[in-house]
């Protein structure tokens, strides 16, 4: 049951509108030979250099270069990191896009998603492929990646640059996200806030059935 005082909805992209499989992401390393993925990324646990790609603060072949250190594997390809990294972006979930088009009306709703370089092309040309969409931008007033922000959820910064630049008040304001620690970010800036564990989903948050 949403606070009946809300306004703006802030969704997080991952697990919220965006399905991610983690699982798929671990068989990928270790088809390339790669064991110890869960010790560098997983959903819980996340090497330095993950942080610091989706700040923006490297580049992908800076990413590429630090996956090789990492896994002990000099001899792997742009290729085949990039196929092993996108692995564990599945896809929108049916409905979700008509459900975020059916909020527009009755919301002022943003996106803010921590985001890579890499990641956010795969996921540019999935949307122009499946949908025929350019990009995210119509979905939302105002689309935030963090890639391309210099900053990252759970940091308060981020919060409040999407709080400022938008007029927001943090009482009339819900964000939506899958992560604990970017929920509890959110928070101490007195946002209201929904951890979305499966099987729940936006839709069923909303009662949209089509």
Known sequence: MLPSNIKNIIFD???????????????AWEELGIDNANDFYSHKIQ?????AFERGDISAKEFRDAIRVLTNKKELTDQQIDHAWNSLLVGITKGNHELLQSLKPQ??????SNINEIHFDYIMKYLK????FDSNDHLFEKVYYSHLMG???PEAEIFEQVLTENNLNPAETLFIDDSPQHIEGAKKL????????APNSIQK???FTG
Request: charged share 20%.
């Open 190 to 197: 007195g946002i209201h806030t929904y951890l979305m564990t």
């Open 107 to 112: 919301y002022r709703t943003f996106l803010l």
């Open 13 to 27: 992209y991952g697990n919220v509108i965006f399905q991610l499989d983690f699982l798929k992401s671990k068989y």
């Open 47 to 51: 090497d330095p250099i993950f942080t």
């Open 151 to 153: 900053k990252r959820k």
């Open 205 to 207: 948050l909303f009662g």
């Open 129 to 132: 492929t499946d949908f025929g």
